[in-house]
């Protein structure tokens, strides 16, 4: 139901534009969110966006370098991302909900009832 894709090597301070193709209209899911894993670690959040009220959130990690967003029109959600670094190799993965999660549940992926397949990216020189 949800597919990300866009991932690829890019060199560290290079830029990637993920994006997460939704098989219904995105406008479906009023939660939207990216995670990801690394190698030999468990899956943590990195940001997320409600619908209607607009509000996202961050980890620490990525906070003035990535943005998430979401295109009803192109039944698609995105995260761009500047700056990169070789701790952001990860696979990362786009999940949604169709109830609005509580602001300090957004970085809970339990809370999201839809997960979709994963796109690597590799940040190294």
């Known amino acids: 139901q949800l597919q990300a894709s866009g991932g690829g090597l890019v060199q560290p301070g290079g830029s990637l534009r993920l994006s997460c193709a939704a098989s219904e209209r995105i406008m479906s899911f009023d939660s939207l969110g990216w995670f990801r894993q690394a190698p030999g670690k468990g899956r943590e959040f990195v940001a997320a966006?409600?619908?209607?009220?607009?509000?996202?959130h961050y980890a620490d990690s990525v906070k003035g370098r990535f943005t998430i967003s979401r295109d009803n029109a192109a039944n698609t959600l995105y995260l761009q991302m500047y700056n990169l670094k070789p701790e952001d190799t990860a696979v990362y993965y786009c999940?949604?909900?169709?109830?609005?999660?509580?602001?300090?549940?957004?970085?809970?992926?339990?809370?999201?009832?839809?997960r979709g397949q994963g796109t690597l990216v590799t940040v190294s020189s």
């Open positions: 966006v409600r619908r209607g009220d607009g509000n996202s």
């Open positions: 999940a949604a909900n169709y109830n609005r999660i509580i602001l300090s549940a957004m970085d809970d992926i339990t809370r999201y009832a839809y």
